[in-house]
């Protein structure tokens, strides 16, 4: 068991390393092809613009949000409830089985009270964009 | 990783991942540029998700990939975006030198005491084959006969569902399972002051994003 | 089996949840005129859950989920203190908030989660329970300091808190897992029968308890841990200081007790000294460096540090070894510390809101502008004197009996010169706590000087802190000639901890 559970694993790093030599071995042909003269390099102006056949960009630096970072706090803390839920997910038919409805009750007292934040949130339009 | 037998591919696998993870850490301190940074800190993390992989503890592992990687590698991103463009990253403080000797004395420490402790509990549960997912990850293992599971036996009965006769079922033969188990049965108390806790600092973190003038 | 414990016991805990939960559901629904009614929803709340407590737990002695939650007398005394210390700082903080606090639904539903908070630090038979409970309530502290958003100083206070706090749950969390890697149990009961079966510390666990001590002293603000407290003190709202200083410090104390009590005590003999040390510190730094501060908030902070010292004096004498070698648990120790905790919550609320009342006033914490107090309100002047009076242990005041109980355990666990340092610091204390009541009631002034804040303002106290001060002032008073009641109480309490429950089944884990 010790084995196969290792070997799923290997199987997920074999896919990461797969994911990771692909590109990284594109951008050495490329260069390698720049190097033996196979691709010509000649930059211009308008070559080098940022969206080479849209609108020049106007302004300097770009302006962020704040309100990104309210949703990216929502985020992390339902993440985070994610995390408490998967565990008692996973197992729910044996839970079940043997905690009976106590198993659906207790979650759902926490679903409640989380819930409870997320009127909040509503309520208090944490959640509109303006 | 002396508990894994005949592996050396693990061991290998161990090295590499520690080597990652140390060295995003170093970059993540003496990096300049603050983004990269922040990046190479979610590497640091994806790093330590693979040390939790391969000491068996799955469920660290996704918490670690979904919470850290995923969330708070945004956040921390997000802030620095929204503070200011800063590439040039800060000072140095005359403070760097200290910092560094009293991170070194607590890295020191920190070996001396894993390998001269004597972490009883973990030998045990390892040697007696049992499985190791349970042990490390702090939980009870109900089904192989050690003697941690033996005592808790006959006080959780482990009653395998209808219609899985035949298959000896253990609730606990996984990490994940098992913590879920013990939501709900040793641990339902501070499973749910958690969930008062999460909406503490949901609300405390939305009534201080308010911005001014939006307070109703 | 979950069925069969009998969840009935956490009524109050539940009443508590429940109440922070609609406190903070009306504020979403009612109306913004109409909000001033929430903290009176909340103290009807409070006062339900002491009762229920009270009736419905009075004898019981029981374990739930197999020593996770624990109630007996112990935690029954410490939920009746904590959550009427939360709801006086709840009465206390209602004119403050008013004033100054736009969030007045977050402000008393946060507060209400972070009594929750503190009860379940204090029945928690187990180190990730008590952990949890403990950020419960740091968590909501954060955002009580942080609540006064528009200024700057209550917001870097909210900054350093937040980071030394998380820092300091970091390192205890830390020690939890070496505890649990070396003992193979996180149950106060379990890591007893560890010790008691293991005198010889491994290395590990002496780390990992180092660990806890540190996290805690972060905590409770000892020396060397304390340099967030006077910074945080001075830039929170005025309530939350007075909740920083006493409520979360109760708790603390509360959880320390138990655990030291419960699950260190075999091993004493390795961590008295330790504690001592720590306690020695605390009391002489923080008295010392009391003396030399111009804002009384910064005052009151570095004497709540020196009140930890003498708090850490009766956890160095928690047990004493008898002639057979055996670890003898000393009920007077206990017994000391409670009492103690809460004649120091009476006066040091009391001060704080004198405090409270007079910035709402004049806008300013500085010692130097309390000149003339006693005259535009005699009564402030004589509850912050009395207040005073009683943190310094002058007799007839609560401090006096509290300290007397707390000493007297001290000498006789062998802490003979610990707790002489202790009273030279209280008359170290008494020092710079006459120089305020000299401020408020003595000082004239003198040609060419400034008219101070105090003399600009006109003087009014509004009904519910002049009704919360008067409770205050008799309760110092009452304490202070006739403490049997107290006393009596705080040794039932100390029993219970005394008591082993059930070892034999701790084992096993």
Redesign the interface.
């Known amino acids: 068991m010790?084995?196969d559970?290792?070997r799923q694993?290997?199987l997920i790093?074999v896919f990461a390393a797969i994911a990771m030599v692909v590109p990284i071995s594109m951008l050495l042909m490329s260069w390698m092809a720049t190097k033996i003269k196979v691709r010509p390099r000649r930059p211009t102006p308008v070559k080098l613009e940022t969206y080479e056949c849209g609108y020049g960009p106007v302004g300097g630096?770009w302006t962020?949000n704040?309100r990104?970072?309210?949703f990216?706090?929502?985020?992390?803390?339902f993440?985070?409830?994610?995390?408490?839920l998967?565990?008692?997910?996973?197992?729910?038919?044996?839970?079940s089985?043997?905690?009976?409805v106590?198993?659906l009750l207790?979650v759902a007292?926490?679903g409640v009270?989380?819930g409870?934040?997320w009127?909040?949130?509503w309520?208090?339009?944490?959640l509109e964009w303006r | 990783m002396n508990g894994?037998e005949g592996?050396s591919?693990?061991d290998v696998?161990f090295w590499v991942v520690s080597a990652i993870a140390i060295a995003a850490s170093i970059m993540v301190v003496t990096l300049r540029d603050i983004f990269r940074a922040a990046l190479f800190l979610a590497l640091s993390f994806l790093a330590v998700a693979g040390l939790y992989?391969l000491l068996?503890a799955e469920?660290l592992a996704?918490?670690q990939i979904?919470?850290y990687v995923?969330?708070?590698s945004?956040?921390i991103v997000?802030?620095i975006?929204?503070v200011r463009?800063m590439p040039g990253g800060g000072k140095d403080n005359h403070l760097k030198v200290v910092a560094a000797t009293v991170a070194a004395l607590l890295g020191a420490l920190a070996i001396f005491v894993s390998y001269n402790s004597d972490f009883t509990n973990l030998d045990a549960l390892e040697s007696s084959n049992a499985d190791?997912a349970a042990a490390l990850t702090g939980t009870y293992d109900l089904d192989a006969s050690n003697a941690v599971g033996d005592e808790y036996e006959d006080q959780i009965a482990?009653?395998?569902?209808?219609g899985a006769e035949g298959t000896e079922?253990g609730?606990f033969s996984n990490s994940?399972?098992s913590?879920?188990?013990l939501?709900?049965?040793d641990f339902?108390l501070p499973?749910?002051a958690?969930?008062?806790l999460?909406?503490a600092?949901?609300?405390g973190?939305?009534a201080l994003?308010?911005?001014r003038g939006?307070e109703? | 089996?979950?069925?069969n414990v009998n969840v009935n016991l956490l009524t109050p805990e539940f009443i508590l949840?429940g109440m922070g939960?609609l406190v903070?559901?009306l504020d979403?629904v009612l109306p913004k005129a109409r909000r001033g009614i929430l903290p009176w929803i909340g103290v009807a709340g409070l006062i339900a859950a002491v009762a229920t407590a009270l009736i419905y737990r009075w004898d019981r002695v029981e374990e739930l989920y197999g020593g996770v939650f624990i109630a007996d007398r112990y935690s029954l005394f410490f939920f009746a203190f904590l959550v009427i210390l939360g709801g006086a700082v709840m009465i206390a903080s209602v004119d403050y908030v008013k004033q100054h606090i736009k969030f007045p639904g977050e402000y008393y539903g946060i507060l209400i989660f972070s009594i929750l908070g503190m009860v379940l630090m204090a029945s928690a038979g187990e180190l990730l329970t008590a952990y949890i409970a403990m950020e419960l309530l740091s968590f909501s502290l954060y955002v009580l300091v942080a609540l006064r958003k528009y200024d700057s100083k209550s917001n870097e206070s909210a900054a350093k808190y937040i980071l030394l706090g998380a820092f300091s749950s970091a390192i205890m969390l830390y020690g939890i897992s070496m505890v649990w890697g070396v003992t193979g149990t996180t149950f106060y009961d379990g890591i007893a029968a560890h010790l008691t079966a293991n005198p010889d510390l491994d290395i590990g666990l002496i780390v990992g308890l180092s660990l806890i001590v540190a996290g805690l002293g972060f905590k409770v603000a000892a020396v060397p841990f304390h340099m967030w407290a006077p910074d945080v003190y001075e830039g929170a709202p005025t309530p939350v200081t007075a909740y920083l200083a006493i409520g979360s410090k109760a708790a603390a104390f509360a959880l320390i007790l138990r655990l030291f009590s419960e699950g260190l005590l075999p091993a004493i003999e390795d961590w008295r000294v330790l504690i001592a040390t720590l306690a020695a510190a605390t009391m002489v730094l923080g008295n010392l460096v009391a003396i030399r501060q111009e804002n009384i908030k910064r005052m009151l902070a570095y004497s709540s540090i020196g009140q930890v010292g003498y708090l850490l004096l009766g956890v160095a004498s928690l047990g004493v070894v008898d002639a057979g070698g055996a670890v003898v648990f000393s009920e007077r120790a206990s017994t000391g510390i409670m009492v103690h905790l809460v004649g120091y919550a009476v006066a040091n609320l009391a001060a704080f809101l004198v405090v409270a009342v007079v910035y709402s006033r004049t806008g300013s914490d500085q010692i130097s502008d309390y000149r003339g107090l006693a005259k535009k309100s005699p009564y402030l002047s004589l509850v912050l004197s009395v207040a005073l009076f009683s943190l310094a242990g002058l007799p007839f005041f609560a401090g006096f009996v509290t300290k007397f109980y707390l000493f007297t355990a001290g000498a006789e666990a062998g802490f003979l010169w610990l707790s002489g340092l202790a009273m030279v610091a209280s008359l170290v204390s008494l020092y710079y706590y006459l120089r305020v009541i000299q401020r408020a009631y003595v000082d004239q002034p003198s040609e060419g000087d400034e008219e101070t804040a105090v003399e600009r303002s006109t003087f009014f106290v509004p009904l519910t802190s002049w009704l919360m001060l008067g409770v205050l002032f008799v309760g110092m008073i009452l304490i202070g000639v006739w403490p049997t009641e107290l006393a009596a109480a705080a040794d039932s309490a100390s029993d219970a901890l005394g008591t082993v429950r059930d070892v034999s089944t701790a084992l096993v884990r």
């Open positions: 010790v084995e559970y290792f694993y290997g790093t630096q962020f704040a990104y970072y309210t990216a706090l929502l985020f992390v803390i993440d985070v409830e994610t995390v408490f998967y565990p008692w997910a996973s197992e729910f038919g044996v839970l089985a043997q905690f009976g106590f198993a207790e007292v926490f009270i989380l409870i934040g009127g909040y949130a309520r208090k339009r944490a | 894994v592996s591919v693990t696998a992989i068996r469920f996704v918490v979904l919470v995923g969330a708070i945004i956040l997000f802030a975006v929204l463009d190791v482990v009653a395998p569902p209808e079922i609730i994940t399972g913590i879920g188990g939501f709900i049965r339902v499973f749910e958690v969930s008062v999460l909406l600092a949901m609300i973190a939305l994003l308010r911005q939006e109703s | 089996m979950s069925a949840a939960l903070l559901s979403l």
